[in-house]
């Protein structure tokens, strides 16, 4: 089960606001580097990173607030595919193309 992380609502322009995460790592797997992908909102040596983020329809959050951030399973797996799967297939038809032309 992936943690959430917690954040505060720095600011808010229109419908998009930035967060100040600041947690530690949430789980033994994340502290080895091998984690669920929660470990995107720790990055950097103090822990501490801003996010820009679209804000819900309706949500009622101001500047100052306390909010949790997760990932949803969906759009985790829709990251790994375009971080992992995307570029590995540009390399194999580079490869593919460079035998062709040879």
């Not at 929660?38 to 501490?48: D, E, K, P």
């Not at 997760?70 to 985790?76: D, F, Q, R, T, V």
């Not at 799967?85 to 390399?91: E, K, N, R, S, W």
Request: net charge positive; proline share 4%; with cysteine.
């Amino acid at each position: 089960m992936m943690e959430s992380a917690t954040g505060m609502v720095s600011t808010i322009d229109g419908f998009w606001a930035t967060v100040i995460v600041d947690a530690p790592v949430a789980c033994q797997r994340c502290a080895s580097g091998k984690g669920c992908g929660a470990g995107l909102f720790l990055q950097g040596a103090t822990n501490s990173r801003q996010i820009r983020m679209r804000l819900p329809t309706g949500a009622a959050i101001k500047v100052g607030d306390e909010v949790a951030l997760s990932i949803a399973p969906a759009y985790l797996l829709r990251a790994a595919f375009l971080a992992y799967a995307l570029p590995l297939i540009a390399v194999l038809l580079a490869l593919a193309a460079g035998l062709l032309l040879t």
